[in-house]
């Protein structure tokens, strides 16, 4: 059974800094945890997401996994921690939002979502109940609850009754998950996932019913249904809302965000966990993340720039490769340079994420951040 503790709060904001313990580890938090999809994080190797990016969780994605590499070759194996060998705590979502994303090829009714597979077209149903058995499976330590992801401009109409089917199946999995137990010998938690899309009321009714199921098999509560299309105050005014009402002896999750502006605002705003494919993916597409704003490894001036790639990095390719060569290899279509741009990004959100910490400690978070979040965004 997990267990979580709240170590130190800001006193300008509503930002904390806590310990999640896991049977495959502590998590310190906030925390931001890079995806690995399909069982890899692409392009970095474990012992580089341990030592050098300093990785304390990472995903897998329910959907992919099931259906590649598939669910009998994973329990042979004795689940994704062994079958990956990753000795540290995995989290795993539970493919709804993958789900929902294949319009024209799935069917959604309250038993559950039908769906064609983007790998070979054949037809699949997750239900709540069969959700829970494969990320029993699958065997990561947190797994998150079936849900329908409620587009970010869908209206009130449409978000109610999407909700409704959210809290249905919330209850469904809750009853499944309470009535099973984990297959490997150690303990698995859940997280519910609040939704309501952009309006408050729904948000506020999510929240109360997630809560009615509460009980010590709640590990942690999602907020799901967020950087979606909806605009970005938005999802700090959801945040906002949502944050104050959930328990605070339980980690707090923001699923798939964001830019590093958005995990400081999403900290001060009470959020303890983050996940996001911006790094990985931008990085693979040549763009950086640094203190001092984000680089475009592909544009010319970096043609002739002999200085070291990052000098605020905290990663070994930061001051082992220049930004010339970095350009270069992207010029030339080298997969190395995907592989030094991902574990540059990875590495700057764990120091992102670690800096906060240590600001949230020291009682300075709020003036820090409105100090540094200028610079973040900013194109060099």
């Given at each position: 059974?997990s267990?979580?503790?709240v170590i130190?709060e800001?006193?300008g904001?509503?930002?904390r800094?806590?310990l ?9 938090t906030?925390i ?7 069982g ?21 994605n329910?959907?992919h ?10 329990y042979k194996a ?12 995995i ?7 993958q789900?929902?994303?294949l ?14 597979s ?6 699949h149903?997750?239900t709540?109940e ?5 990320q ?9 609850a079936?849900?329908?992801c ?17 809290q ?5 999995f809750?009853?499944?998950f ?30 109360e019913?997630?809560?009615s199921l ?8 999602a ?9 970005t105050?938005k999802m700090?005014e ?6 104050p009402?959930?328990?605070i ?8 965000v964001?830019t ?13 966990m983050?996940?996001c494919v911006?790094?990985t993916r931008?990085?693979?597409?040549g ?8 680089m ?7 043609t002739d720039?002999?200085?070291p790639?990052d ?19 992207f010029?030339a279509?080298?997969m ?6 991902t574990?540059h ?7 992102l ?6 600001h ?6 709020s003036?820090?951040?409105?100090c540094?979040?200028?610079?973040l965004?900013?194109?060099m």
């Amino acid at each position: 059974m997990s267990h979580f503790s709240v170590i130190n709060e800001d006193p300008g904001s509503s930002a904390r800094t806590g310990l999640l313990t896991t049977d495959h580890g502590e998590i310190r938090t906030p925390i931001f945890m890079p995806v690995g999809t399909v069982g890899s994080v692409k392009g970095v190797y474990h012992r580089d997401l341990k030592d050098d990016i300093g990785a304390e969780i990472i995903l897998g994605n329910t959907y992919h996994l099931y259906l590649r590499p598939g669910l009998d070759t994973l329990y042979k194996a004795g689940g994704l921690h062994r079958f990956e060998n990753w000795d540290r705590p995995i989290l795993t979502d539970s493919g709804g939002f993958q789900v929902f994303s294949l319009t024209g090829i799935r069917k959604i009714t309250p038993e559950g979502c039908t769906f064609s597979s983007h790998i070979d077209g054949s037809r699949h149903t997750f239900t709540p109940e069969n959700n829970v058995d494969i990320q029993r499976k699958i065997g990561a330590d947190i797994m998150m609850a079936f849900d329908e992801c409620c587009p970010g401009d869908a209206d009130f109409r449409y978000a109610e009754k999407s909700l409704r089917l959210t809290q249905q199946w919330l209850e469904r999995f809750a009853a499944r998950f309470d009535s099973t137990e984990p297959l490997y010998g150690y303990s698995q938690t859940m997280f519910p996932i609040i939704q309501g899309c952009v309006y408050p009321d729904l948000r506020k009714k999510a929240v109360e019913h997630a809560l009615s199921l509460d009980n010590d098999n709640r590990g942690g509560y999602a907020v799901g249904g967020l950087a979606v299309g909806e605009p970005t105050e938005k999802m700090y005014e959801m945040l906002e809302i949502t944050c104050p009402l959930l328990p605070i002896n339980k980690p707090r999750y923001l699923m798939g965000v964001g830019t590093p502006a958005n995990i400081l605002e999403g900290i001060a705003r009470g959020i303890d966990m983050f996940d996001c494919v911006m790094p990985t993916r931008n990085g693979r597409n040549g763009m950086l993340f640094t203190w001092n704003g984000v680089m475009n490894m592909r544009n010319a001036k970096w043609t002739d720039d002999f200085s070291p790639l990052d000098p605020l990095g905290t990663s070994f390719v930061d001051k082992t490769y220049t930004k010339a060569y970095l350009h270069h290899l992207f010029i030339a279509k080298e997969m190395f340079a995907a592989m030094i741009a991902t574990e540059h990004n990875l590495a700057f959100y764990l120091d992102l994420v670690r800096t906060a910490r240590e600001h949230i400690d020291s009682g300075d978070f709020s003036s820090w951040k409105d100090c540094v979040i200028k610079r973040l965004g900013q194109r060099m």
